[in-house]
């Protein structure tokens, strides 16, 4: 579906998700916080696809953030298994979707089977022209600024550039998302209100939507509501 399309049908470009609440799933179910996690892959598989055939541009998944490196080593690294297995099992029906993957956050420190998998889907993907799928993997997004701050400032000293020439739309293109539209619509189940350092800058003025459902339960009739919600919202983006 292309920009008119989504205008008229009011539907959001961009999506961005916080999956939150899969350890929760599994304490209730008595199962370990792996298994969650596992559940929590399904979901993403689920709706990654049904985003991609509604006509969603952009859908942004936070995977893992820059501060979970402080659980447990077991559950960190179940979570880079968790990406790998994604990659290997869905990157054919990712190719099949015309999805195109994009990584937000420092891939330079995740283990290097996750690396290798990575850099091969954004490869393979690359001409994609579909939705863009971008994957939030020890990403932050205080850390995001911090970086885009510091090429710009390289930039800044080898161009011996006029710094009033830095404004918002030239800032944004140093971030992760660089030409890519900001999220329309932001989606956080798992009962918590917050943002939790992802896409700050870019949410400014992104309708938010907070579940009681946690990820490992979140469908596509729960991204319906979501999405049947946030055609209700007025957005004035600061006008009147
Ligand atoms: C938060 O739930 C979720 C995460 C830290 C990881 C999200 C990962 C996945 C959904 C699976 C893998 C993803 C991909 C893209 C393959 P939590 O563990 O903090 O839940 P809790 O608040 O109930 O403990």
Not at 161 to 174: G, L, R
């Amino acid at each position: 579906m292309n920009d008119n399309n989504t205008k008229k049908s009011g539907l959001p470009r961009h999506i961005c998700i916080i999956m939150d609440g899969n350890g929760r799933w599994a304490s209730k179910r008595f199962m370990p916080r792996q298994l969650g996690h596992k559940a929590g892959m399904d979901r993403v598989i689920d709706i990654v696809e049904y985003s991609s055939n509604l006509g969603i541009e952009y859908l942004s998944l936070y995977a893992f953030s820059t501060e979970n490196w402080k659980r447990p080593a077991e559950e960190v690294n179940a979570l880079m298994e968790l990406l790998v297995v994604y990659i290997r099992n869905q990157l054919n029906s990712l190719k099949k979707n015309n999805v195109k993957i994009h990584i937000m956050g420092d891939k330079s420190a995740l283990p290097n089977i996750a690396r290798r998998e990575i850099e091969r889907s954004i490869k393979e993907t690359e001409n994609n022209t579909g939705m863009v799928l971008n994957l939030g993997i020890n990403y932050g997004g205080r850390d995001e600024i911090i970086k885009a701050c510091k090429e710009l400032y390289r930039q800044v000293q080898n161009e011996n550039m006029d710094i009033e020439k830095i404004d918002e739309n030239m800032f944004s293109n140093y971030l992760y998302t660089a030409n890519q539209p900001d999220p329309d619509l932001l989606i956080r189940p798992g009962s918590e209100q917050r943002l939790s350092n992802f896409m700050i800058y870019q949410t400014a003025y992104t309708e938010l939507y907070f579940t009681d459902v946690l990820w490992p339960d979140f469908g596509k009739t729960e991204l319906d509501e979501a999405i049947d919600e946030y055609r209700k919202r007025k957005r004035r983006f600061g006008g009147l």
